[in-house]
């Protein structure tokens, strides 16, 4: 895009050469092959401007797709984590209830044989209901404390990491 502000002062000076010189006068044409050489690396200056505009937009759109891309991979990576997560608490609760689970089991199985014996009383079906629903909350504080480890709102407490111990022992 050759500016007016060239283009004018040039034309001008072309026509006034022409008008004063001699036909044959080697300058005007040396002249008027700079200007046309001027004017068409201006031309092709043009079109190679508008050949990057071009490039530019393209890249621009396959950096928008990539990110997006980028994006929609990291929140499958997110989801697949989370899914990992849950399957591992899963897999450590039900480790944790195997052993009260087994409790209870032997707690039912010893009642029918102090049943089948003529033993069974209301003492010994206290003392079973007891030491079942004590094997009860135990799994029941278990799921609660895989909760809590899990959710994001905890209040922090003091504890004693004696009893703690105690208690996992």
């Not at 044959?24 to 050489?37: A, I, M, Q, S």
């Not at 004017?39 to 092709?44: L, N, P, Y």
């Not at 480790?95 to 102090?114: E, M």
């Amino acid at each position: 895009i050759f500016s007016k502000n060239i283009r004018t002062p040039i034309n001008s000076i072309i026509k006034s050469i022409k008008e004063h010189a001699v036909p044959e006068y080697k300058g005007v044409k040396e002249f008027e092959f700079l200007v046309d050489t001027i004017r068409q690396a201006e031309e092709e200056k043009g079109r190679h401007i508008s050949e990057l505009e071009k490039l530019t937009i393209h890249l621009e759109v396959r950096v928008k797709e990539e990110m997006e891309k980028r994006m929609q991979q990291e929140q499958i990576l997110i989801q697949q984590s989370r899914l990992a997560a849950m399957g591992e608490m899963i897999s450590a609760i039900a480790h944790q209830w195997r052993q009260p689970l087994n409790a209870v089991g032997l707690i039912i199985q010893d009642i029918k044989d102090v049943y089948q014996f003529g033993e069974l009383d209301r003492e010994y079906i206290a003392n079973s209901v007891e030491k079942g629903m004590r094997q009860v909350q135990f799994m029941s504080k278990t799921i609660n404390d895989f909760r809590n480890f899990f959710s994001s709102e905890r209040e922090k407490h003091e504890f004693s990491v004696k009893d703690a111990v105690d208690k996992a022992v």
